[in-house]
């Protein structure tokens, strides 16, 4: 079965400081790999998605994701923190089973930005 | 384009009654996933529905049910329930099952159970 790990629980960042969430996955089979984020009282939001076809993917806000399989990690980056960023982010991975396309998420990282 | 609409947004119940929960997915997406979300947890996978059949299920009990109609709106219904199942729930709909397509999350519907 595959799962994430997501690596700190609070991250906390000063704003236009780099932003590493840190995401590793396990799958004995292809991976393909989410960031989504939460705002609070509100539902998930695609940050940005890797389907194999390039290992650096780039999402919306400035966040881009790299697909390691070395190192079977898939963590998100960003250059520069803006206070809008503080949320909570989730990691998640899903296989192709040919049945239900699942997503298996990880506990989730609490982003913090402070001036 | 609509997105994915969640109703109610809140709800309280008592332990060992009944609950629907209602989604409405993006226009022109064709499968609804749902997923609950346990206090300062990751989203778990509930099941999935394509073209009006489930066509997945996670790791939850008989007493969580499903539809999805026609319109392909969705319902989750939850028999019997437990203080464990307060809960954000969230539907996701995609416009097919394949593994690539992106899941459109609504904002989810909060249930306290009592």
């Known amino acids: 079965a595959q799962s994430v790990t997501q690596l700190g629980s609070h991250v906390s960042v000063s704003e236009g400081a780099l932003v590493l969430l840190r995401c590793n996955y396990s799958?004995?089979?292809?991976?393909?790999l989410f960031w989504y984020v939460q705002y609070p009282n509100q539902g998930l939001q695609l940050l940005l998605k890797y389907t194999s076809a390039a290992t650096l993917v780039k999402g919306i806000n400035g966040f881009e994701a790299e697909f390691k399989k070395s190192e079977t990690s898939f963590h998100l980056t960003k250059p520069s923190a803006h206070m809008s960023d503080a949320a909570e982010y989730f990691c998640a991975v899903t296989i192709n089973t040919g049945t239900a396309s699942k997503l298996t998420f990880g506990t989730g990282t609490r982003l913090q930005v402070t001036l | 384009e609509t997105g994915v609409t969640q109703s109610p947004t809140h709800l309280i119940k008592t332990r060992g009654q009944q609950v629907t929960l209602r989604c409405s997915s993006q226009s022109g997406h064709n499968t609804v996933s749902w997923y609950q979300q346990a206090l300062g947890q990751g989203p778990q996978f509930i099941f999935q529905y394509y073209r009006e059949e489930e066509n997945g299920r996670g790791n939850f009990p008989p007493r969580f049910s499903g539809l999805q109609f026609p319109n392909y709106s969705s319902e989750l219904n939850v028999n019997a329930l437990e203080l464990d199942d307060s809960a954000l729930y969230l539907c996701a709909s995609s416009s097919t099952s394949g593994v690539f397509e992106t899941q459109y999350f609504g904002p989810g519907t909060r249930l306290l159970v009592l």
């Open positions: 799958s004995s089979v292809p991976p393909y």
